[in-house]
């Protein structure tokens, strides 16, 4: 169990790590921990996930709390439910893009406000440790319910008049290629499909369209189609990412700068939030618009908080997540593709020019680095980049005039990750080398 109750998340390897004994206790913990009355829980295709789903359910109802049980959906859908259904929380049994022997759950509380270790996951932690029993009393109800045609209407709304596209979609044996067509097969969209079937095993590749090897056979199928775009997601569909219609990949901040534009358009002087390696282009785009910039740290209960906390509009991070206030201020890949095919549709001209604009800054992409004294090296690392100003919202950043650095540490592994991103692409590559010679550890 140790090591299975993460930042953002519980997660382990099933059943080694986390099997169903430990599900059904996790379910308990947290119907107690939120003295919830009423729950709603989900899973996604993994092959453990019906059986951990069920124990945890048992844990849940066990505690006299009643449960909406969703069946098989996406992360997103959970948080839908929970907001829409008026919940006090819920679960979706999931390992998002990790492994196929990996399971976990994502919680939240009322209104789908996510906890964090720091907001409850290391209260329910304790609470399992301690060898929480359920209390004597009545069980609670099981109720089944499709959510599906509420979740259709609600990520529809989102749509303005969305022209005929021809979009490849790839996800990846995931959850989401259950639903997509149910979603968007009112829209006028040819859709090239990738991989729809869900499979828990992941026969074609990983979930995680972040890894540029996961994205290659997407790129293929647009350009090999003609398509005008081409969307991934990872396997619990909170995530999506995008290339154009020559096939190349679409950084993830330069569609949060898109999804600014598209808002900003309708509600002038709305507030943006994006993570803290997202290109300068992003800030300089939302005040462009007329729009409020918001500055955060990665992760997503993090940028959910800040984003209640001013009342942003939308809010994106480098990994794909993209968050709207509309939706609970929850993270949605598929109200995203539907922001998109927006733009796409208002603007009548190929994706790979309405991106041109935004390309004009260089960034070298996460790398990251091998190292066990995270804290020290950090340290180092302010020491030497002194004359720069420097900034510590999430780990350490580095900004000068023409270029600038973030490295920040894993929560799970001795890793520090590099971003940096400088005005022309040798200044970018001659500071990415200086950055990469004082940190000084192996490149993974």
Request: charged share 25%; aromatic share 10%; no cysteine.
């Given at each position: ?14 059943p080694d790590e986390l ?22 829980v989900g ?5 453990s996930?019906?059986a951990?789903?069920k124990?945890f359910m ?7 709390c009643?449960?909406?049980d969703s069946?098989m959906g ?6 839908f439910?929970?907001g ?5 929380g819920?679960?979706?049994t ?7 022997q ?6 939240s509380r009322?209104?789908?406000?996510p906890l ?7 209260e329910?932690?304790k ?5 929480i029993?359920?209390p004597?009393?009545g069980a ?7 959510i ?12 303005d008049d969305i022209k005929?596209?021809k ?12 639903f ?6 009112d ?12 499979d ?10 972040l890894?540029a ?5 997407l790129?293929?199928?647009?350009r ?6 081409g969307?991934?997601?990872?396997g619990?569909g909170?995530?999506?990412m ?6 190349d990949i ?5 569609i949060?700068?898109l999804?600014a534009?598209?808002?900003l ?9 994006y ?7 992003v800030?300089?785009e ?7 910039p918001?500055?955060d740290?990665?992760?997503?209960a993090?940028?959910k ?5 001013h009342g942003c ?5 480098l990994?794909g ?5 509309d939706n609970?201020?929850?993270d949605?890949?598929?109200?995203a593709l ?5 733009v ?6 190929p994706?790979s020019?309405i ?6 800054y260089h960034?070298t992409?996460e790398?990251n680095f ?5 804290d ?16 510590h919202?999430?780990?350490i ?11 920040r540490?894993s929560?799970?592994?001795p890793?520090?990750r ?5 005005k022309?692409?040798?200044l ?9 010679k004082?940190i ?5």
């Open positions: 169990m140790a090591g299975i109750f993460k930042a953002y998340d519980i997660r382990g390897v099933y099997d169903e004994d430990i599900a059904r206790k996790i379910g308990i913990a947290l119907a107690t921990f939120l003295k919830a009355k009423n729950l709603v899973r996604d295709m993994r092959t996930a019906p951990i789903q124990a048992e844990g849940v109802t066990s505690t006299g009643n449960v909406i069946g996406t992360t997103p859908m959970n948080y439910a929970i829409y259904y008026e919940r006090d819920g679960a979706q999931t390992a998002s893009h990790n492994p196929a990996y399971i976990g759950f994502k919680v009322e209104k789908a406000i964090s270790y720091e907001t409850g996951i290391g329910i932690e609470l399992v440790g301690s060898g029993a359920a004597s009393g609670g109800k099981v109720e089944q319910r499709d599906l045609p509420d979740y259709k209407k609600h990520v529809l709304s989102f749509a005929p596209l979009v490849a979609v790839d996800t990846g044996n995931g959850v989401v290629g259950a997509f067509n149910e979603v968007f097969g829209l006028p969209l040819e859709i090239i499909p990738l991989y729809f079937e869900p828990g095993t992941f026969p074609n590749h990983e979930a995680n369209p890894k090897e996961n994205m290659i056979d790129q293929n199928a647009v090999e189609h003609g398509a005008d775009l969307v991934a997601f990872d619990d909170d995530r999506s995008y290339v154009d219609e020559k096939g679409i950084s993830s901040d330069l949060t700068a999804l534009r598209e808002i358009a309708k509600e002038p002087g709305a507030g943006i939030l993570d803290l390696r997202s290109s300068w282009v800030k300089e939302i005040e462009k618009g007329g729009g409020v918001y500055e740290r990665v992760g997503h993090y940028m908080a800040t984003m209640r906390r509009a939308v809010g994106g991070e990994s997540h993209y968050y709207f206030r609970y201020y929850a949605s890949g598929m109200i539907v922001k998109i095919l927006n796409l549709s208002a603007e009548d001209k994706f020019e991106i041109k604009p935004l390309k004009r960034a992409g790398i091998e190292v066990e004294d995270k020290g090296k950090m340290k180092e690392l302010e020491r030497i980049f002194s004359d720069g100003e420097i900034s919202l999430d780990g950043s580095v900004k000068y005039a023409d270029w600038w650095f973030n490295v540490k929560n799970t592994e890793v520090l590099l971003n940096l991103e400088a022309t692409p040798d970018m590559e001659e500071k990415k080398a200086e950055v990469i004082a000084d550890a192996p490149i993974i």
